[in-house]
């Protein structure tokens, strides 16, 4: 069992920045990936960002350039940087980690991006 708790959603304006974070209950390099997705209002889930166990990083089409997915391995936390934020952005973030193949999800954090 692995619990993922989110934090550092809110409200920005766009052009504006916000730091996610995601604090897991067990070694992150322990887990083959974590990655961070998002749900915007009425649309589908869809994978922002993954890093691997190995530090491989990997970004959807639309955030490439402005997130950046890190870790802190002393704290199992993995961070999303998230720069030039624009209104599309809003959405319910959520920390996704798959360990000894099962996925986890944490509670989600909302991201509202005004124009």
């Known amino acids: 069992q692995v619990h993922l708790v989110e934090s550092g959603g809110g409200l920005v304006q766009s052009g504006g920045s916000l730091r996610l974070s995601c604090a897991a209950s067990k070694s992150i390099v322990s887990m083959n990936a974590v990655g961070w997705h998002r749900q915007p209002p009425g649309k589908q889930r869809e994978l922002v960002s993954v890093?691997?166990?190995?530090?491989?990083?990997n970004y959807a089409d639309s955030v490439k350039g402005r997130f950046t997915i890190s870790r802190d391995n002393a704290k199992d936390t993995v961070y999303l940087q998230m720069n030039s934020l624009e209104p599309e952005d809003t959405a319910v973030y959520y920390c996704?980690?798959?360990?000894?193949?099962?996925?986890?999800w944490g509670q989600g954090t909302q991201v509202t991006v005004s124009s």
């Open positions: 890093i691997t166990r190995w530090g491989t990083t």
């Open positions: 996704n980690a798959n360990f000894l193949g099962s996925n986890y």
